[in-house]
RNA sequence: GCGCCCAUAGCUCAACUGGAUAGAGCGUCAGCCUUCGGAGCUGAAUGUUGCAGGUUCAACUCCUGCUGGGCGCACCA
């Protein structure tokens, strides 16, 4: 069976080049969409065409539909389409044969879990750097969320086709790691009884204490304290990492760079966009959409943030990736404009930097928020909320709401096994149908079931739903935001629980139970690669 | 003071990026267990989309101005 979108383009610009002359109007651009409740594909085109030929829209999309009727079996429409109708203010919505959904499933039983993989990313090379905490404390909830988007994200985008790498900026060296060095040395002290004050913006939490114990062991120079600390400190940031299912490509250290070079290269390139004032090299990012103009290297030499940052992702681009996803914090939103000036500036296209914001989770507990302080080193961490909740919990959680908008997280209600909780409910759907399966018989050939036997709504309903997977993983490459598989899965095993209620599988008629059976593996199927793409484990038996 | 994001049902969030009657879950109320897993299903109630204008066939979505929240605005990282 040819895939219907090719026919359907075809179909449509065969349509707009008979209906609406090229001499008229330049042929709009339309979109297919899936649509809630109006057939299974609509198409506005028309709606689009009104605005530009100043002509009823309800009109042209009547003409189209009667094109669409009169050339359907030339062009092929006829082979997936039962009825195009127009309707409302002039969509064009196409209701498809019911054996072309049967023919879906046929598909994921035949694929297995492949279905929904597909070329489209074509190899591209796509870097998604992420959480890149600075190495100087244990990551903190914000640094969960964007752990689980970004490795779903990841595992998304794999699917798809493209090549995706997953890596880590290490902050190594710098003002942040010099302050680690100094809370250390100063624990010490306290803990060679010396009475000495411990500043405010010195690291507040216990593990400083716990460092400076183990140097006192080991007796390391005060010069290593600081490298001691990273070190260890990574090791725990791996480890918390490795066990919340997120693991790193690339571990990418800032001093590595600054070493190697790069960064005076990478101005070598700037070298048109830089101006001394005042002391300071200046990077003139105003006229690349920035505010105002960034010192990349202060008057006493040294480099500001800013410039590490220039080159490490003029380096990105060395090492061959063409697509820079970078997915940061709220407090970095400002920074945009001055990075992707700086990729204008070194001749790259600002679009194929994509910064996603991953907005904050706020934590309750039982409906009441969780005070936080960085400051004080009172944050909830990771580790708590993987102790307290889980990974497949939390990921789900994490991974609910769109990305770029602020989520509340109960730890509560993240805990509980209930209805209230929509992990569950997806994950139990999985299980249920495992124990259906469990039962069936052995040496059930699913891909021979006679699948035209399922004729309920409620069967071609799920059916459908599994067909609309493939969009629903486009959605999230085009949002680049890995949320609609959650609401996505939540709606299949809703489809499927219905299902469940109203008929029976087990106990038909042998070739009924058959196509039944065929039916739960393709959700199966389904509901388990779409899990397995966010992370979140496939329960066999809960 | 300047800039960015947000404001939708009692609560948490959607609305496929300008489309059709603004939808889910939770909570509330009323139902469904002789049969494959009740962690499930069915039904009911809930809205002037913060306010005021504007753009067009069409606005929760875009523009302007208010109101109320969050975050940025370093020769820190």
New binding site residues.
């Given amino acids: 069976m040819k895939n219907i979108h090719i026919v359907l383009e075809h179909a449509v610009h065969e349509a707009l080049r008979e209906i609406v002359r090229p001499a008229d109007a330049p042929v709009p651009p339309f979109?297919v969409?899936?649509?809630?409740g109006?057939?299974d594909l609509?198409l506005?085109a028309a709606?689009?065409l009104?605005?530009l030929l100043?002509a009823p829209?309800r009109k042209i999309a009547d003409q189209l539909v009667e094109y669409f009727r009169k050339n359907g079996d030339r062009n092929g429409l006829s082979e997936f389409v039962r009825e195009i109708k127009a309707?409302?203010?002039?969509?064009i919505?196409f209701y498809l044969k019911d054996d072309y959904f049967r023919g879906q499933l046929k598909d994921i039983l035949s694929q297995k879990s492949d279905f929904g993989r597909s070329d489209a990313g074509a190899g591209k090379k796509v870097l998604i750097e992420f959480v890149s905490a600075?190495p100087t404390g244990p990551l903190s909830v914000a640094h969960a969320r964007q752990a689980a988007v970004g490795d779903a994200l990841a595992n998304v985008l794999s699917f798809l086709g493209f090549s995706v790498q997953r890596e880590y900026y290490l902050?190594d060296e710098?003002?942040?790691i010099n302050i680690l060095g100094r809370s250390i040395e100063t624990r010490l002290a306290a803990l060679n009884g010396a009475n000495a004050e411990f500043p405010e913006n010195y690291y507040q939490g216990d593990y400083i204490t716990g460092l400076a114990r183990r140097i006192k062991e080991k007796n390391l120079a005060v010069k290593d304290f600081s490298e001691y600390g990273v070190k260890e400190i990574l090791a725990v940031i791996e480890k918390e990492l490795r066990d919340f299912g997120v693991v790193f490509d690339c571990w990418y250290s800032q001093k590595t760079l600054r070493e190697s070079g790069k960064i005076d290269a990478a101005f070598a390139l700037l070298k048109d966009h830089l101006y001394k004032?005042?002391?300071?090299t200046w990077f003139r990012s105003t006229p690349l959409g920035d505010?105002k103009d960034r010192?990349v290297i202060?008057?006493?030499g040294?480099?500001?943030?800013l410039a590490p940052d220039i080159a490490y992702h003029c380096d990105k681009y060395k090492r061959g990736f063409s697509w820079l996803i970078n997915l940061w914090g709220?407090?970095?939103?400002?920074?945009i404009n001055r990075l992707k000036a700086s990729v204008a500036a070194l001749g790259h296209d600002p679009d194929s930097l994509s910064v996603i914001i991953v907005q904050l989770a706020s934590i309750f507990r039982n409906g009441k928020p969780v005070e936080m302080s960085t400051r004080r080193g009172q944050y909830i961490s990771l580790r708590e909320v993987l102790d307290e909740v889980g990974v497949d919990a939390a990921r789900f959680f994490f991974l609910m709401?769109?990305t770029?908008?602020?989520?509340?997280f109960d730890l509560e209600v993240a805990k509980k096994?209930?209805?209230?909780n929509?992990v569950?409910?997806v994950q139990?759907a999985y299980?249920?149908i495992?124990?259906?399966l469990r039962?069936g018989p052995e040496d059930c050939v699913y891909e021979e079931a006679d699948l035209t036997l399922l004729k309920e709504t409620e069967e071609l309903q799920l059916i459908r739903k599994l067909w609309q997977f493939p969009y629903t993983l486009h959605?999230c490459r085009?949002?680049i935001?890995p949320y609609m598989l959650t609401?996505y899965l939540q709606e299949t095993a809703?489809v499927f629980?219905?299902f469940?209620?109203k008929?029976?599988?087990?106990?038909q008629a042998e070739e009924m139970t058959k196509a039944r059976l065929a039916l739960i593996k393709g959700v199966e199927t389904v509901i388990g690669i779409g899990l397995g793409l966010l992370g979140v484990s496939k329960p066999?038996?809960?």
């Fill in positions: 979109e969409s899936l649509s809630g109006f057939g609509s506005n709606l689009k009104g605005s100043k829209p309707e409302g203010p002039g969509f919505n600075n902050n710098g003002n942040q004032e005042e002391g300071a505010d010192v202060k008057s006493d040294s480099y500001t943030y709220p407090d970095h939103h400002g920074y709401r769109r770029s908008s602020q989520l509340s096994q209930t209805a209230e929509p569950y409910y139990y299980a249920r495992c124990s259906i039962s959605i085009n949002t935001d609401v809703e629980h219905k469940y209620d008929h029976r599988v087990l106990g066999q038996k809960m």
